[in-house]
């Protein structure tokens, strides 16, 4: 490692890399999905009653579960949430650059 990455924060290495897109994208996916899995079991729903309720196909909720799938609509995440007695809130950063 140089010594120009002593000390550097992860996000500029990655960013340097060109993989914080991709790696946010999967971090942020498997967070959906364990916070989703763990409040279904909270309320003891299976895959097969959370489609039903969510008025939608087995494997939909399949993808919206699936860690490594990024495929999922809004309209889903926002289904499921409101099922599991939460609110999607999607909040969206602009950082000025600085000189």
Request: without cysteine; aromatic residues 6%; glycine residues 4%.
């Amino acid at each position: 490692m140089s010594k120009q990455n002593i000390g550097s924060d992860f996000d500029d290495f990655l960013e340097e890399e060109e993989l914080l897109e991709d790696t946010t994208i999967v971090a942020l996916k498997r967070y959906i999905a364990y916070e989703i899995s763990q409040k279904m079991n909270k309320h003891n729903l299976s895959k097969s009653k959370m489609a039903k309720m969510m008025h939608t196909s087995r494997s939909s909720l399949d993808r919206l579960l699936d860690p490594n799938n990024s495929s999922v609509t809004l309209k889903t995440l926002q289904n499921a949430v409101k099922i599991l007695g939460g609110r999607l809130k999607i909040e969206i950063n602009f950082e000025e650059a600085t000189a």
